[in-house]
């Protein structure tokens, strides 16, 4: 029975344990989320305080830091006064100045958590971290491993607790040193509180002491806690809770003091002479709080102001009627934002659209041969529909001397001796040329492109494992009729409309699913794209349609495609059902894209070192080419870095403002929908998916350490699921520092285009999104269609904002500046 009393509720405790670990879930389903999330129902900037005070995160820029970006003019100095100025009031504002410019401060005390347990090294001269962590972290990745070890952990299907004392009671040897610990987990009380009696002493003092312990390695704890609360993260799913971890990292510190002090050691409570800060006594602010919390609001409004005056200067265009060359529609990715700048500047005549990358279909999806279905829409969703794959004629190729056989003894010498040479001699010749190999993570093998899926459902009882295999017709119309009238796309079609999902490449990288569709659940959006165009081409949807207001002209085509956006290359699917006549125009688009990619990759240069930025765009494009698919390139892309805004409008509001691939780019049209019913779904998912994404690279931009990874080098891949630095470490929850080197911690400025008493009432509907604006992690703008008025939501309601500055620079052309400017570029207006 777990403990219930009113000075240690153990149920309570591990409750809210779990709910500030880390909650990043395996390698394969690495999801962007809000690193802070624990903290989300408080404002953004007292609970990053409160934050940093628990648990020593560092949530902002340094002081140095941004003093220097004042100097630098990033930070404006009239955008700083400003902020002052409202926030402390005018007579205020030379001494705030200088306390912002020049004051000294004391730096942060040490964090609360992990004071208690250091009572262990003051008064017993044992460092029970380095003593018991070693075997804590073998024994936890033994049992959770993927695949990666040899041999399977000898106990199976049964809890990682019970699996213990089965071991412990078969092995000729003992994980511990001394008799006591392993009589308790054989005969004795193996509760908590019990365990945590002999340790601490002190029911009062219990849950820091569990809080000290967890967040010494909060990324084990938090990996753990992932795992029991979605067992289905782990192919090959294991029975763990926190519970049975907390009990057997007690026992490994009973033992480690067993042995190295004897049984006379005395618990905690009789050698502590002051008991530390409650860990969650109230946070108090100090002057440097504050000072930080006007650095920061200078900085992000020294970027969205000059963002917003480009939108609200931008010319007015006239509605053009005429039938388009095509149109496509894309993820609203930023790393998108550029490649269909490109494409309208080439050709004037198309039309892009933005959309979550999963475009609306919810389902899981199983390739040939493969023995589990993979989840390919936003991971709150839990999918009804499965969709299979069928006649793939292409086997997944293998590198031969990866091989069970290569483990054996006679097996490994034979392999060594012969495949092994021609392995080293692959790995040389790789160093000088890389190439597409077995091992390469690439999103065009997520599925074949020739292969056929099964997404109309046919007959009732066509199921599997309680999934409905493919959608019925009526449901088929009701996802395309939502997507379209979602992005504002109800008439005047083009002869073909490309659906365009976006996955990634990368070798020895792994994080991988970082790179691909956070939208599909870290997966490459290949099958929605061709579902989705499948479903808007069959004629008895576009019947259905027809009747609620949709004509799609008999010659326009939805064509599926993969942008892998490493590569900069783009696949399309079922080409061969297009007419003659959309043949041609196929032909002559594909030119198009193929311009537009080798531009893009060029944009994307500027930031990679390696590569000559003034080289032509096909040049640069086959170095870029090159780049994804060698081994020892730690930033095959720079994924999400500098993402900073999310815009839902027209696309009209944003064309031809260069955005610097900065923004995610929502496509929206307000006429289409007065009364906001498709805007709620688009915040619904925008206020989570972007503001998470942005949330991780800020936090883990700020603090690369606790909320980060650190540098990807010395990572070694613990068990198929995590990463860690050496044999021992602990896990790495974040992003690495060569994913946010060149971000700026700023966080999402979401933009809607929009009449503003209309997404206020629009966002207080769904309470989740609701708190991500009025707690102010995600800020938020309205620009009124009408009068292209500002409003800014401050409090609860919007207020008129009128930027500082009055307009943007115009640029002709962008390649000169481009090929100059490594940095994060300025807002300009595209002439």
Not at 470 to 491: C, P, Q, W
Not at 554 to 582: C, M, W
Not at 739 to 764: C, N, S
Request: proline fraction near 5%; charge should be neutral.
């Amino acid at each position: 029975m777990k403990t219930h009393d009113s000075l240690f509720d153990e149920h309570e405790v591990l409750h809210d344990l779990k709910h500030f670990l880390p909650a990043q879930a395996p390698l394969k389903d690495f999801i962007h989320h809000n690193t802070l999330h624990a903290f989300q129902t408080d404002k953004f900037y007292e609970a990053t305080q409160r934050a940093s005070e628990l648990f020593g995160y560092k949530v902002s820029l340094s002081l140095d830091e941004f003093r220097e970006l004042y100097k630098s003019e990033r930070i404006k100095k009239e955008v700083l006064d400003k902020i002052v100025v409202e926030k402390k009031g005018a007579k205020a504002l030379k001494e705030w100045q200088n306390n912002l410019i020049s004051k000294k401060y004391a730096p942060a005390a040490l964090p609360r958590v992990g004071a208690l347990r250091a009572n262990w090294k003051k008064h017993y001269r044992i460092d029970l971290d380095s003593l018991v962590h070693p075997i804590l972290f073998r024994v936890l990745c033994s049992y959770l491993d993927q695949g990666i070890s040899i041999w399977n952990f000898p106990i199976k299907d049964k809890t990682f607790l019970a699996s213990m004392r089965e071991l412990e009671k078969n092995s000729f040897s003992s994980i511990f040193r001394s008799s006591r610990a392993k009589d308790l987990l054989l005969n004795g009380n193996c509760e908590i509180s019990s365990l945590l009696k002999i340790l601490v002493g002190k029911k009062e003092l219990y849950q820091q002491y569990l809080y000290d312990q967890q967040f010494a390695h909060q990324g084990w704890s938090g990996m753990v806690s992932a795992i029991e609360d979605q067992p289905q993260t782990l192919l090959d799913r294991r029975k763990i809770s926190l519970h049975d971890v907390i009990v057997f990292e007690l026992l490994l510190e009973i033992d480690a003091l067993d042995f190295h002090c004897g049984r006379n050691w005395q618990p905690l409570k009789e050698r502590i002479i002051q008991t530390p800060i409650p860990l969650f006594a109230p946070v108090e602010k100090t002057e440097l709080n504050e000072v930080l919390t006007l650095w920061q609001e200078a900085f992000e409004w020294s970027y969205y102001d000059q963002v917003l005056t480009g939108l609200q200067n931008k010319k007015k265009e006239s509605v053009d009627t005429s039938r388009k060359s095509f149109q496509a529609m894309f993820c609203i990715d930023d790393r998108e934002c550029s490649l269909r700048r490109y494409l309208e500047e080439f050709d004037p005549a198309c039309e892009t659209f933005g959309t979550p990358g999963f475009f609306g279909v919810e389902f899981f999806y199983q390739p040939e041969d493969g023995k589990f279905y993979t989840k390919v829409c936003p991971a709150p969703v839990t999918p009804k529909y499965l969709i299979k794959e069928i006649g793939n004629k292409h086997r997944r190729k293998k590198d031969v001397h990866f091989s069970k056989h290569s483990h054996s003894f006679y097996g490994g010498w034979l392999i060594s001796q012969t495949l092994g040479f021609w392995s080293a001699a692959k790995l040389f010749i790789n160093i000088f040329r890389p190439s597409m190999s077995p091992a390469t993570a690439s999103s065009f093998k997520h599925m074949d492109r020739f292969s056929t899926l099964t997404i109309e459902n046919k007959h009732a009882n066509h199921h599997e494992n309680d999934l409905q295999i493919g959608f019925t017709i009526d449901e088929m119309a009701i996802r395309v009729e939502n997507l379209l009238k979602s992005i504002g796309l109800i008439d005047n079609f083009a002869p073909i409309v490309y659906v365009i999902g976006h996955g990634a490449s990368s070798v020895n990288n792994p994080h991988y699913a970082a790179y691909d569709c956070g939208a599909c659940a870290g997966r490459a959006g290949s099958v929605n794209s061709r579902v989705i165009s499948f479903m808007a081409n069959h004629p008895r949807v576009r019947a259905i349609l027809s009747d609620r207001g949709i004509v799609i002209p008999a010659d326009t085509q939805f064509i599926g495609g993969l942008h892998d956006t490493t590569r900069d290359e783009i696949v399309y699917f079922d080409e061969n059902a297009l007419s003659p006549k959309n043949q041609e125009r196929h032909n002559k688009n594909e030119t198009i894209f193929e311009k537009a990619l080798d531009y893009n990759a060029k944009e994307r240069s500027r930031r990679f070192e390696s590569i000559d930025t003034t080289l032509s765009p096909q040049k640069i494009h086959e170095k870029i080419r090159t780049r994804s698919v060698s081994l020892f390139e730690p930033r095959p892309e720079l994924n999400h870095a500098t993402n900073a805004l999310c815009i839902i409008g027209r696309r009209s509001l944003s064309k031809d403002v260069f955005l610097d691939r900065r923004a995610f780019l929502n496509s929206f049209d307000y006429q289409v929908d007065p009364e906001g019913k498709y805007l709620l779904n688009i915040l619904n998912a925008a206020a989570p998916v972007c503001g998470g994404i942005n949330l991780e690279y800020f936090f883990s931009r700020v603090d690369n350490q606790k909320l980060g990874a650190g540098t990807k080098l010395p990572h070694n891949v613990m068990g198929l699921f995590g990463v860690a630095n050496g044999i021992d470490g602990d896990l790495r929850p974040g992003l690495p520092s060569q994913m946010i080197e060149v971000h700026d911690p700023v966080r999402l400025l979401m933009i809607v285009e929009h009449f503003p008493e209309l997404v206020l009432k629009t966002i207080q509907k769904n309470p989740a999104t609701y708190e991500w604006f009025i707690n102010e992690w995600v800020n938020l703008a309205v620009i009124n269609p009408e009068t292209q008025e500002i409003s800014v939501f401050k409090n609860g309601e919007f207020v008129p904002y009128n930027p500082l500055v009055n307009h943007v620079d115009t640029v002709n052309n962008m390649t000169s500046l481009l090929e100059t400017h490594h940095e994060n570029l300025p807002v300009y207006s595209l002439s």
